[in-house]
T-cell receptor
Framework: RKEVEQDPGPFNVPEGATVAFNCTYS??????FFWYRQDCRKEPKLLMS???SGNEDGRFTAQLNRASQYISLLIRDSKLSDSATYLC?????????FGAGTRLTVKP | EAGVAQSPRYKIIEKRQSVAFWCNPI?????LYWYQQILGQGPKLLIQ????????DSQLPKDRFSAERLKGVDSTLKIQPAKLEDSAVYLC???????????????FGEGSRLTVL
């Protein structure tokens, strides 16, 4: 089993749609969780941290379920500019493990 | 503020040749990472430095890959000899604190894209 697993997609949605991504992790001792965004042929950039209580940043909402070992990202009112690959990231003692990413394409 | 600088951006070599990549992290960032990203996969950590000491190199194929950060600033990653499966983007990242601090924000360079023929 991979340490961090994501549905690779692709997710193709129309503008204005709501889309959700899930990510599961295998190490129950994982400490911190994040979502990164990676545009085509660009470097990854931090989108948001994921807190136990859940957190929201504009149209983006992140949730963590430690019992089931998964995190989620919800994007509301999708924009064309949201098209990218979304990487789930889990930290342990000293390292950050990236998922393979979920590709999102938002279409007009 | 200047970001993470990497060079070269692109490199094409034949198998069994050698290649070196260079990284200059954001000023003041003590932690530096080299990641390998194969097409369609997420970044995989190769090595992590804290200043000029190695924190984690458990996934570095040491028979062919080496990395150094002699003065705790710039770093180089070398592959010798290269194999076909080394074709990937090599991403350098830096952070103020180690990932163990839980801050989560790594600043990545644009990457060095390697093609091995």
């Amino acid at each position: 089993r991979k340490e961090v697993e994501q549905d690779p997609g692709p997710f193709n949605v129309p503008e204005g749609a709501t889309v959700a991504f899930n990510c599961t992790y295998s190490n129950s001792a994982s400490q911190s969780f994040f979502w990164y965004r990676q545009d085509c042929r660009k470097e990854p950039k931090l989108l948001m941290s994921v807190y136990s209580s859940g957190n929201e940043d504009g149209r983006f909402t992140a949730q963590l379920n430690r019992a089931s070992q998964y995190i989620s990202l919800l994007i509301r009112d999708s924009k064309l500019s949201d098209s990218a690959t979304y990487l789930c990231v889990v930290t342990g003692n000293n390292d950050m493990r990236f998922g393979a990413g979920t590709r999102l394409t938002v279409k007009p | 503020e200047a970001g993470v600088a990497q060079s070269p951006r692109y490199k094409i070599i034949e198998k069994r040749q050698s290649v070196a990549f260079w990284c200059n992290p954001i000023s003041g960032h003590a932690t530096l990472y080299w990641y390998q990203q194969i097409l369609g996969q997420g970044p995989k950590l190769l090595i992590q430095f804290q200043n000029n000491g190695v924190v984690d190199d458990s996934q570095l194929p040491k028979d062919r890959f080496s990395a150094e950060r002699l003065k705790g600033v710039d770093s180089t990653l070398k592959i010798q000899p290269a194999k076909l499966e080394d074709s990937a983007v090599y991403l350098c990242a830096s952070s103020l604190a180690p990932t163990s601090a839980g801050t989560g924000e790594l600043f990545f360079g644009e990457g060095s894209r390697l093609t091995v023929l």
